[in-house]
Structure formats: structure tokens, C-alpha cells
């Protein structure tokens, strides 16, 4: 139930600049249009360690290493006239800023390999794909034991693509507890649920709505507005509120809250 949950939640927080994640932030390069965002769960991810080079009738890296687990997959798109280098700048330094990053492997330009070989063969998304000349990837795991794979490059159209996927091994999301999930108009209810809580300030809810006489966005931060509202002062001074909209998992519904325990690093 938990990696269902933080399968959810980590795609999600990619999305969004300033997010809230079980131990990151990874901000979005202004202008960045998202083309998609999914997680992959309980799946062997590749975590590639080097350049890729033709193996038999195929492409691969050289050296990878093989995780079970959860891989978080973003691709943006940021247009032609934005410079490469403030992309990649911008991009390297927010990975690098996630708790205590290192870096496992990385390139730039043809020293990558074939541009080719990793949109097609590793990424499986034919938009990654430009010259070889403007590619760059990093590969780095943090101080939670997550890889993250960022790959850019400048496609012949003009744009630049930014594919920045997050691999957590399998058990490493235990560290977040469901609280409950409850109507999000239930205040009544809401704040008796806090008051079993016990301790709040590792507590986060996660609000889920739909489109109503405004867009599914404005429905969710309505629901903030009221829920902290009815909220005593130490309780909104200790929950923070992120807003899902629609775009969480079904299986968890709409027009909800969502309170989890983020136990801290």
C-alpha cells in the first residue's frame, strides 16, 4: 500500500516546483512544459554507469546497475529559444542539491555515445533524440539510496528535452505512513482525526478534487482554505497542505484528504 502511495506522491512532486517529497525538491526550469510524468513500479530499472555502445544487434551502456523497485519518469519540454547550457545548469544543480547527492557517472556531447541509441534503445521515447553534440547525462544516488538519471539534449526541431527519472529501491518508502483518507468538506471529522495523531509536524495532507464551477486546481485550494480554517493555530503552523487536484491515482478518489507521517531523514 505505502510504494502505491509514494508512487503516486514522487511523480507528482517532480511535477511540481517546490513540492514537498519523502526527501527531496527538485524545482522545474520556468517555461518547462511537462509532456509526461508516470511512475513504474515494482519493475527492474536500469541505472546506467557509463556511455552506451552497440552490443550484438542492440545498444546499451556499458556498465549498469540493476534495481527492483520504483523508477519515477518525468519528460519536459523547454523551447527552442532557451540556451542549452542554462538548461543544463539549472538542472544539474537542482539534482545536485538533493540531500547529500554524489555522482555515479557522467558525460557530455559524444562522449555519451550515440544521442540515437539512448532516446531509442535506453529511454524508449523518441523525443530525447538530437545530435550527439548537445546530449549530457548524470547519474548521481542520494543520502536516501535514490538514483537519479537526468538526460538533455536539444532535438533538431529547436526544443530541449529534460528526462529526469528517480529509482527507489524496493523498501526504501517505508518511511511514509498513511494516517487516514477522509472527505476533504468533513472538518468535524478532520479534526478528531488529528487529535489521535499525537505528534504533527511530520504530518502532510494531500488533497484530491475535481473540476466544479472552477477547474479541479481551485477546487483543491478551496478545500485547503477551509480545512486550515477550522484548524486551532499549532495545528496549521504544524500541517503542511499540498494540493493533487486530479491528478493523483484514482484508486484514491476525489475531493479528499490524505494525511500521511513523512518520518524525517
Not at 63 to 85: A, F, M
Not at 130 to 135: H, L
Not at 159 to 165: A, C, E, P, S
Request: with cysteine; glycine share 8%.
Amino acid at each position: 500500500m505505502y510504494k502505491s502511495f509514494g508512487a503516486v506522491l514522487s511523480s507528482l512532486f517532480i511535477m511540481t516546483s517546490g513540492a514537498y517529497a519523502a526527501a527531496t525538491e527538485v524545482p522545474t526550469f520556468r517555461g518547462a512544459q511537462i509532456i509526461k510524468s508516470e511512475p513504474v513500479e515494482n519493475a527492474y530499472i536500469e541505472v546506467p554507469l557509463s556511455k552506451i555502445y552497440r552490443s550484438g544487434r542492440g545498444w546499451e551502456p556499458e556498465q549498469v546497475e540493476l534495481i527492483e523497485g520504483t523508477s519515477y519518469q518525468t519528460l519536459y519540454k523547454i523551447g527552442r529559444n532557451v540556451p542549452l547550457d542554462a538548461v543544463n545548469t539549472f538542472y544539474r544543480d537542482a539534482v545536485m542539491n538533493i540531500n547529500d547527492n554524489q555522482i555515479l557517472f557522467e558525460c557530455q556531447s559524444r562522449a555519451c555515445g550515440s544521442s540515437n541509441a539512448w532516446a531509442n534503445n535506453f529511454f524508449n521515447d523518441y523525443l530525447l533524440y538530437g545530435a550527439d553534440a548537445n546530449q549530457s547525462l548524470l547519474v548521481t544516488k542520494d543520502a536516501s539510496n535514490h538514483y537519479w538519471v537526468l538526460y538533455i539534449n536539444r532535438r533538431g526541431a529547436g526544443d530541449v528535452m529534460v528526462r529526469l527519472d528517480e529509482v527507489v529501491p524496493a523498501g526504501n518508502d517505508s518511511n511514509i505512513d498513511i494516517l487516514a483518507q477522509l472527505s476533504a468538506t468533513d472538518i468535524p471529522r478532520i479534526r478528531r482525526a488529528l487529535n489521535d495523531f499525537g505528534e504533527l509536524t511530520s504530518v502532510v495532507g494531500f488533497v484530491t478534487s475535481e473540476a466544479g464551477d472552477v477547474n479541479a486546481v481551485a477546487t483543491g485550494d478551496r478545500y485547503i482554505e477551509a480545512i486550515r480554517a477550522g484548524l486551532n493555530p499549532a495545528e496549521r503552523e504544524s500541517i503542511r497542505f499540498i494540493n493533487l487536484a486530479n491528478m493523483g491515482d484514482p484508486a484514491y478518489g476525489s475531493h479528499r484528504v490524505i494525511f500521511v507521517r513523512i518520518e524525517k531523514q
